[in-house]
């Protein structure tokens, strides 16, 4: 593993994408994780040091958010590759696939987004064969690997063991959320839980196993990676039906859910329904469960963004008669509560940063700045909302202590923003000194010249850190996430050429060129 950057200092450029998104030629339909290292390749050919990517925590079946997740622990399975497992090698690689299986990895492959269900389905078969595979030849056999497989179970039992025990039930129940499951498991009963250990071994061995592969594979990927940091998503909950909220039932509200009050861009607010934290029991508990999941993304990550910043100070809850308060209620207590946590995941070692955008407080930016915690500053948003014509602010007097973007996963494109914008705010964009000096034009559509003049700008910002969403990179347009919307393209967007031809494609090589060249300018290489 390379000695990790300090990210504290100096000035950095990444891109975000998701592993999704960045499929290659012999990836089975989705980005896998030993596809990281090839976009690192070309990130290393822009000048770029950081990869920021979505959560990669396992979502239940059917699901496609990264946000759905029925663990904060665990690597999804979707995205091992099934090419660099040696079991599968052993079987005879995609030719242990039936006829058909192997028809439908081709239409996989080949469809223009990510097909979840059939990507999900092929691997859980070809991962249960060599699963069998592996328990007759290594296992039982009790071989180096088998040793090593041991020894992982061994070493991250703190969060496995509740893991692959809750993923055997739900998988015997199928698919039956663990509230509906019969009342001695549901409620953990030492003894039910015993035996249930016994009568589900083999497969609590499986989901072990699979665990495993997923974490060989990304310790490799990450070394493979270099000097490009891999920075993750911590995100600010999981689903109710989790491994996490099975075990610590306690520490969370089942009549009333997590949300965002009401604001700029929503008369109602939102509503994520995801059952609400019980603070004053977690509190109690020493923020155990919070504490885990630090430690867990300081194993995988050289730095990691937290989702929703404000509700560790402050969670929105809507109760089930339609009322709606922030838990804690009063800012000293939120206060408190907030840096507890900030102060617990820096804990590890590892460097983050805040997702602050939405409404939120001025005490929660005046707890950020003092904890030395990086906020987002989008350019979009970033006016002086007090000035008649709202002029944009100049990225250049941004902060040091700030994270610059053009975007993040879940906003329109760069795009998409300027072809929508009113012609007063493009005009007041343009009236930013380096679009100004580009000559870009508030009646033109949204081209080359301004996509570049808006990189040059945000390169140029006094943020010490550059996170670009790799559409904007590009200037496309597709969406990685429209909130508040159920569609079949949301989650499901990949790149338009397999990720390693961002080495060999003309247009990728001219990005990486004319970004290198910001990087260098603006001493962020």
């Known amino acids: 593993m390379p000695v990790p950057r300090n990210y504290a200092t100096g000035r950095h450029a990444g891109v975000l994408v998701p592993l999704f998104s960045i499929a290659s030629d012999t990836s089975w339909g989705i980005g896998e994780i030993a596809d990281l290292p090839r976009l690192a390749a070309w990130l290393r050919a822009g000048g770029f040091d950081v990869l920021q990517l979505l959560p990669i925590n396992e979502m239940s079946d059917g699901q496609k958010s990264p946000y759905s997740a029925l663990s904060a622990m665990a690597i999804d399975p979707i995205f091992i590759a099934p090419g660099e497992v040696e079991d599968i090698a052993a079987l005879g690689g995609e030719h242990a696939l039936s006829d058909d299986d192997r028809g439908r990895l081709a239409a996989a492959r080949g469809a223009s987004s990510i097909q979840y269900d059939v990507v999900r389905a092929l691997k859980t078969t070809i991962l249960r064969a060599a699963f069998h595979r592996f328990v007759s030849a290594e296992w039982d056999r009790r071989t180096p690997r088998a040793a090593e497989l041991k020894a992982f179970v061994r070493d991250e039992g703190w969060w496995l063991d509740d893991y692959v025990l809750y993923r055997a039930l739900h998988a015997r129940g199928q698919g039956r959320s663990w509230r509906e499951w019969d009342p001695a498991l549901r409620d953990r009963d ?39 940091g891999l920075f993750g998503d911590f995100p600010f909950m999981v689903s109710a039906d989790s491994a996490d909220v099975w075990a610590r039932q306690d520490e969370f509200r089942f009549d009333a859910s997590v949300g965002v009050p009401p604001d700029a861009f929503s008369a109602t607010g939102q509503d994520w329904g995801f059952p609400a934290y019980r603070w004053p029991e977690i509190a109690a508990g020493g923020y155990q469960w919070l504490a885990a999941r ?31 308060s922030f838990m804690p209620a009063h800012e000293p207590a939120q206060l408190r509560q907030g840096e507890q946590i900030l102060n617990l995941f820096r804990e590890p070692g590892t460097w983050i940063i805040a997702e602050d955008l939405g409404v939120v407080p001025d005490f929660v930016r005046e707890s950020l700045a003092r904890l030395g915690v990086p906020g987002y500053k989008v350019l979009r948003w970033e006016r002086d909302w007090n000035t008649d014509g709202h002029p944009f602010r100049d990225p250049r007097g941004y902060p040091a202590l700030s994270v610059a973007t053009s975007g993040t996963h879940d906003t329109e494109t760069l795009a998409e923003w300027w072809d929508s914008a009113p012609y007063d705010e493009k005009r007041a964009a343009t009236a930013i000194p380096m679009l100004r000096d580009a000559g870009c034009d508030p009646a033109a559509a949204f081209d080359d010249r301004l996509r570049d ?41 990949r790149l338009p050429w397999p990720v390693e031809g961002l080495l060999t494609e003309a247009e990728a090589q001219e990005r990486a060129r004319f970004l290198r060249g910001l990087a260098e300018e603006f001493r962020r290489l």
């Open 294 to 324: 630090a430690r867990r993304s300081a194993e995988l990550y050289a730095g990691y963004r937290v989702d929703h910043l404000v509700g560790f100070y402050r969670t929105y809850a809507r109760e089930a008669d339609g009322s709606a």
């Open 453 to 493: 003049a808006v990189l040059r700008a945000l390169f140029a910002s006094g943020s010490s850190m550059l996170l670009l969403p790799i559409v904007d990179v590009f200037g496309w347009r597709d969406r990685i996430n429209t909130p508040g919307s159920v569609s079949d393209e949301n989650w499901t967007w």
């Open 190 to 228: 030492p003894a039910a839980l015993a035996e249930a250990r016994r009568e589900l071994a083999r497969d609590i061995l499986f989901y072990q196993y699979v665990q495993w592969l997923a974490a060989v594979q990304w310790e490799h990927a990450r070394a493979a990676c270099g000097d490009v």
